[in-house]
């Protein structure tokens, strides 16, 4: 891999300044190619993005979404540490604990219920809790992420123990259901990973593992189901 990132200028009609920022990497069998490291979209590039034809839309996106893989690949080496806390849980007998707000809750409750077909494992093993329940799955319920009590209560009714692995999904780093619910698994003994895509997230300061793949804010703010997604 070079360590010289070249840095090009697009221009869509409407958003100049729209800046990309390649490096080039080995992908055998056919080479070098490039790579998208870095985008940069000038302050209200959203909203100008509305008044493009389709192909610079999506052209866009794809950019601002290939900004996931180098992110998540700069964190290997902590989701090798995950994966290992993970099976010393399962061999002692315990479980994964999903806890998320919105978008992260979901992708939780999806890991969970995708375990049984997929690994075989026992419904048991791997399980989810979200802000807002059951209700929250397939209708959005506003503002039930700021409720930290609610977390702490929802993961007491899973009984953690020293045995289980839960693992804490908030894109912002900063949902008080989730830091709720982390708060009072911690104090029942139990271990905690904590994925975000903030790496400067207080709640680092009390759990075992932090995953952050910084992946820059989305073109469209607030919709996390994008690149943290």
Do not use: N, W
């Not at 909203?47 to 996106?61: D, K, N, Y």
Request: net charge positive.
């Amino acid at each position: 891999r070079t360590e010289l990132p070249q840095t090009y200028r697009i221009s869509a009609q409407g958003i100049p300044g729209l800046e990309v920022q390649t490096t080039e990497v080995s992908a055998p069998p056919s080479g070098i190619r490039s790579v998208v490291i870095g985008l940069r979209l000038p302050h209200g590039a959203a909203q100008s993005l509305l008044g493009q034809s389709a192909p610079v839309q999506f052209e866009v996106s794809l950019l601002d979404g290939s900004r996931s893989v180098p992110a998540v690949q700069r964190e290997k080496s902590r989701i090798a540490v995950g994966v290992d806390l993970i099976v010393e849980g399962f061999r002692k007998g315990g479980r994964i604990l999903f806890v998320g707000a919105g978008t992260s809750g979901r992708l939780g409750l999806l890991e969970s219920t995708e375990m049984p077909p997929t690994f075989g494992t026992p419904p048991h093993m791997v399980q989810a809790i979200m802000a807002g329940g059951k209700d929250a799955v397939l209708q959005a319920k506003e503002g039930v992420e700021d409720r930290y009590d609610d977390g702490a209560r929802a993961i007491k009714r899973l009984g953690p123990t020293g045995k289980d692995v839960v693992v804490g999904v908030s894109a912002s780093g900063m949902t008080p259901f989730v830091r709720g619910a982390l708060t009072s698994a911690r104090g029942a003994g139990a271990r905690i990973i904590f994925v975000t895509c903030d790496p400067r997230s207080e709640l680092q300061s009390f759990v075992d593992l932090t995953i952050a793949p910084a992946v820059g804010p989305e073109a469209i703010a607030g919709s996390t189901r994008l690149k943290a997604g």
